[in-house]
């Protein structure tokens, strides 16, 4: 992605002494409060959107915690019932040679949510604190972030689907666990994270208001 | 730059880089010079497009919604379930708003989406002026596109047929199928919709 372009050169909308409607992209004297063309709310690149960044995150891993403590499933087959996590559920599928399912719910429930919750951190830490811009690398792991982490609501629809349709009476019957719910939001929550995040963010050099 | 009237200018929503917005040809796009986000993509007739397109997907998610959607049967007995009852899954005890959630993902955020583009697009399309608070409902579905997950909920159900395979046989409903092209069909849309060209309509109408 464009390695040797020369950012130095390319004027930002904020050194223009304008705000860019994240929305439609027309831009604005700074201090206007809405964009006259879409009506967005106008939003000026500002560390201080930070703190939203963090909130979601916190109570998103708040909610990863019995997520991963508490059933996802409990099934009922002839008499024995079986509770499975997260975790459990991986190592089961695994055991029955289910490589490739056992893969997907592991990247989907495990692998994703955690590395979605160090990657938001690090990204609200570099732009919070770093000497210089982050550049492409960090938009790049923003944009990685923002697709993939509505995906993990997989996991969500998975135990949808197997509770509705394995209700055979005393052959099989599946039941959704507590985890279920706080999976879905923990999936939510960092979803807001990520979506309060200011990409234009990375961008910014030096601080220039703070100093060093 | 300093002399481009400001309604020209167009800030990069991801990295803020100042660029000066003009008319582009059909099929040519323009990307941010730092980030390398698209920009603008205009396309020939993309409004009615998005429209046919839109309601295209609303009459699959009729169908994906009515229609059974997978049966399973093992040691003599069955049971059917359509998309309605995968989300009320959930519906006994204190787990019941992830029921009514797992219904706004997977068909009331996309209906919702579809009808706040036919709404907006529908008189553009045909050279009228937009209809009244067309900008909060066009801004609305913006905001609403990663919340609609119905492709993710294919792919689950994927994941859940694995799963099943050697407990029981399960046999795919027309729903599944609806489901699927509705997956198709919305990426085809989402491929026709160009942000600004769309604002840019919106205003000037
Ligand atoms: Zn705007
Ligand atoms: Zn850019």
């Not at chain 2, 937009?130 to 997950?149: C, G, K, N, T, V």
């Amino acid at each position: 992605m464009g390695r040797n372009r020369t950012e130095l050169s390319v004027p930002t909308a904020r050194d223009a002494g304008l705000t860019g409607c994240t929305s439609c992209g027309r831009v604005w004297p700074m201090g206007t409060e809405h964009c006259g063309r879409c009506g967005a709310r106008l939003r000026p690149v500002d560390r201080s959107a930070l703190q939203a960044v963090w909130a979601w995150w916190a109570a998103g891993l708040i909610c990863y915690i019995p997520a991963n403590l508490y059933p996802m499933l409990r099934t009922a087959t002839l008499g024995h019932e079986q509770t499975n996590t997260i975790l459990g559920g991986v190592i089961e599928l695994f055991a029955h040679h289910n490589y490739l399912v056992a893969a997907i719910v592991f990247i989907a429930s495990v692998l994703i949510p955690v590395s979605k919750f160090i990657a938001i951190a690090y990204l609200a830490l570099a732009v919070g604190n770093e000497q210089r811009a982050g550049g492409h690398r960090h938009l790049l792991l923003y944009e990685i972030v923002e697709f993939i982490g509505r995906w993990s609501m997989i996991d969500v629809f998975v135990v949808a689907i197997l509770s509705a349709l394995v209700q055979l009476g005393a052959v099989a019957a599946i039941h959704p666990g507590p985890a279920a719910v706080s999976f879905a939001l923990s999936v939510a929550l960092t979803m807001l994270s990520a979506q309060s995040f200011d990409p234009r963010l990375i961008w910014r050099g030096p601080a220039r208001t703070e100093g060093p | 730059m300093n002399d481009t009237p400001i309604h020209e200018l167009m800030a990069c929503p991801k990295c803020d880089a100042l660029h000066r917005a003009r008319h582009l040809a059909p099929q040519e796009r323009a990307t941010c010079a730092r980030c390398g986000a698209l920009l603008i993509a205009p396309r020939v007739r993309s409004f009615l497009h998005v429209v046919a397109l839109s309601f295209t997907a609303m009459i699959l998610m009729v169908g994906a919604v009515f229609f059974p959607f997978l049966k399973i049967s093992t040691q003599g007995m069955s049971h059917a379930s359509s998309v309605f009852e995968v989300a009320m899954a959930f519906s006994e005890g204190w787990l019941a708003p992830l029921s009514f959630a797992v219904m706004a993902l997977i068909v009331g955020l996309p209906v919702l989406r579809f009808s706040a583009l036919i709404y907006t697009l529908w008189p553009l399309a045909n050279g009228r002026p937009a209809w009244p608070h067309a900008r909060r409902i066009f801004r609305l579905a913006d905001q609403l596109e990663p919340w609609s997950m119905a492709e993710i909920f294919v792919i689950g159900t994927g994941v859940a047929l694995v799963k099943l395979a050697g407990l029981a046989t399960v046999s795919l409903g027309p729903a599944f199928w609806a489901f699927g092209a509705l997956i198709i069909v919305t990426a085809l849309k989402n491929a026709f919709l160009s942000q600004w060209t769309i604002w840019d309509a919106i205003g000037q109408s």
